[in-house]
DNA sequence: GACCAGTTGTATCGCACCGATACATCGGAG
DNA sequence: CTCCGATGTATCGGTGCGATACAACTGGTC
C-alpha cells in the first residue's frame, strides 16, 4: 500500500531543499525534466490536495504580516515537507522496483541521483537498461518479420524507433560505466551540490 | 467541429484495406507504431463505440451462418469503413494543420504517409521540423541557463534531452531531402504496397 | 496618471486514456 | 483430457491533460 506515484515523487524531490508556491514548483519540475513532461495544473493541484492529505506536506498560507490594509492580500501557498514527507522521499529514494524504471518514472528518478545512494543509482540503471533491451527485442523481432505488408514510411518508423531504443541503451551504458568506475561516493561528478 | 483525434485517425487508416475486430486492430496499431503507443482496449472500445455512433465505422456482427446448435457462437464483431468513414480519412490525409505534428498525432500521421499525397507529406515533414526546432531553442536555453542550481545528474539529464530533440531533427531533415530529391510521387520507395 | 500587456498565482471542469480485471472460446501440447 | 496461451469483447476507477477563469502584482509607454 501507499504506493507512492511518480509526481507525488517529483513533488517530494523538488520540496526537499526549499518549500515552493504550486507555481513555482511546475516551473521548476518544467525546467529539470525538459519542456516535454510539463505537468499541468490539473494533475498538480489535486495531487497538491492529495498529499497535504495524507500528511506528506503542509502549506503555509503566507499571512499579511503585519497591520496591512484589511484583505487584499494575494493568496500565495507555500507547500513544505513535513517529517513524515522527508521520511517517504527517503524510503522512496532508496528503493530499486521495477516502479524505478518505467517509461514515466525513471526520469523523475534520476533526476534525483544526487541524492541517491550509489547502489541504488547502479541498480535502477541496470534495470532501467534491461527493460529497453526486452524492448529492442520486441522491435528487432516486429521488423524482422515486416518482409510482408510494408509500405517504406512505416518501415522507416520501425528503423528510426529502434535506433531511438540503441542510443538510449548505449546512454545507459556510458552512465552505468561511469558509476562503475567512480569512487562509489554519493555525489559524483564535477559539480559539489551548489552552495 | 467534428476534430478528429488522433485515436480515430489511425482506426480510419488501418480499416482501410480490411475489416477488422477490435483485437487485430490492437495488435496491427501496435505492430505499425511499436510497443510504446500501444494503446488499450480501455480507449478502444470506446473509440469504437463513438465513432459508430457518428457514422465512420459500422459492425458486421457475424452471424452463426446457417443452422448451428444454438447460441455458442463466440462473438466476433468486424469493423468495416463506411463511405463517410472514408471520406473523413480522405479529408483528414489531405490536411495538414499544427495537429499533424503534435507529439502524439506525428507517428500516426507518418505511418500513413503512404497514402497521402507528396506535397502534404513535405508540409507536415517541416511543420514537425520547427516545431522540434522550437524545443530545441528551449532545451539550451534552459541548459545555459542552468550555471547555477544543477547538479551532475539533472545536467547529464538534460544533455541527453538535447541530443535525443537534434537526433530526431536531423533525421527529419534526411527525410525532407528525400522527398525533395525524390519523383514527387505518391508512393515512393522500391516497396510497390505490397500486392 | 492612465492604460495595457505579461507574469505570477490558485483553482476547477470535462474528457480521454491507461492498467487492471473479468469473462468466454478456441487450438494445440503434454 | 486437461491445462495453457492466444483470441476476443467489455467495463471500471483513477489520473493526468488542456482549456479556462479569475486575481493581483510588475513594468513599460504615452
Redesign the pocket.
Known sequence: MTKT???TLAILGILRDQPL???????RLGAELGPF??????????????MVEAGLIESAGEEPAGASPAS???????YSLTDAGRTRLAEELASAGASSWDDDAFDVRFSLFAHTDAATRLRILEGRRSRLSERLEEVAEGLKRMHERHDAYTAELQRHGLEQVEREISWLDRLIENERSAPGGDNPGPTPTGH
Request: proline share 3%.
Open positions: 506515484d511518480v509526481l508556491h504550486g507555481y513555482q514548483i511546475r516551473k513532461r510539463a505537468l499541468s495544473y490539473g494533475s498538480l493541484y489535486p495531487c497538491l490536495r492529495r487584499s492580500r494575494r493568496a500565495r501557498i507555500a
